[in-house]
């Protein structure tokens, strides 16, 4: 069973921290749907040093979610032990998390995130420091390396291990692959191989299956999932089957998706408003959305609605659609 310095997973299916995406209201929904752990998305160390109301507004974690991992990010020794000790007297956090493989510019430019994975001797130092300087469990998500000609993959866990962290999470791909081409799972094992800690593996687990094959493949304590659970929490439900019981669960029907859209919207709605809410689900809506036949009217209205209301007769209105064809099709 996956286990993080003194805190224990029901399972190993680990729900990837994502920025814009792992707010309470969608890691809660994930949560239960049966996640060992779910992650928050990074909030960065100056928002939180500097009382940003935003940056504050994203530590809040609902009791129905732990155990959960909290993600900072930074780049400088000192905003990143401040932010860490913030975090862990202030919030009910089980982990902290310190983000190491963010691809995108305007973090790598100002050297936090994945720009860390060119230096060894700085992911010691940083993590070290964090270590020494809070009570939590301190691990650190990472990707496999910055380019092709600079995979520091084992370095880097060692370095974290070296340093006293808890556990490493490992996307497959470097940093200039963003999020194209293939994970190399081969570099995992070599990470599961090369540390005593906990390894969570990361990347193209899109299918129970694929989420049972990183596992015995690469031997990794938990296994991460992260853009096949977006507005696909099933995916999450359906893969700690699989690995309990080798029973391969239907997928949903449009209706259970649509009830579980508009749960997620509600959570959304009391966690900030319905004005912010109803905008920011119009991705999370075109992803429930997604392989449900004739969606395409509902998510260009989706994206012009500003009322839970809207939202719901758009979104009903479509399963009626799609199961009234389907009678029609069972009375042929």
């Known amino acids: 069973m996956l286990k993080i310095g003194d805190i224990e997973m029901k399972n190993p299916v680990v729900l990837a921290p994502m920025a814009g995406v792992c707010n309470s209201a969608f890691r809660l929904t994930v949560k239960e749907f049966g996640a060992g752990l779910v992650c928050a998305e990074m909030v960065s160390d100056k928002g939180i040093i500097n009382k940003n109301e935003k940056s504050l507004n994203m530590l809040y974690i609902d009791e129905r979610e732990k155990p959960l991992s909290l993600q900072i990010m930074g780049a400088q020794k000192e905003s990143l032990v401040e932010a860490a000790s913030f975090v862990d007297k202030n919030t009910n956090a089980d982990i902290i998390d310190i983000n190491m493989g963010c691809p995108v510019p305007k973090i790598v430019n100002c050297d936090a995130g994945a720009k860390w994975l060119l230096d060894p001797d700085k992911i010691y130092e940083m993590v070290s420091a964090v270590v020494d300087a809070v009570d939590k469990p301190v691990t650190v998500k990472m990707r496999m390396g910055w380019d092709e000609d600079h995979i520091y993959a084992v370095r880097n866990a060692q370095a974290v291990e070296r340093a006293g962290g808890a556990a490493v999470a490992l996307h497959g791909r470097t940093r200039v692959q963003m999020y194209e081409g293939k994970a190399n799972w081969d570099i995992i094992r070599e990470v599961k191989n090369s540390v005593k800690i906990p390894v969570i593996g990361n990347g193209d687990v899109e299918t129970p299956q694929d989420a049972e094959r990183m596992l015995s493949e690469t031997g990794v304590d938990g296994v ?75 998510r260009k209205g989706i994206n012009e609605c500003n009322t839970r209301k809207d939202v719901v007769k758009l979104l009903y209105g479509l399963v009626e659609e799609v199961e009234a064809k389907e009678q029609n099709i069972q009375m042929v």
Request: proline share 3%; net charge positive.
């Open 224 to 298: 991460m999932i992260g853009r096949a659970a977006l507005g696909n929490p099933w995916m999450i439900y359906r893969t700690v089957k699989y690995l309990e019981t080798g029973e391969l669960v239907d997928e949903p029907g449009v209706r259970e998706k649509m009830d579980v859209c508009i749960l997620h919207m509600d959570r959304l709605i009391a966690l900030k408003n319905e004005y912010i809410a109803v905008r920011e689900m119009r991705k999370h809506a075109a992803w429930y959305l997604k392989g449900v036949r004739g969606n395409a009217k509902a």
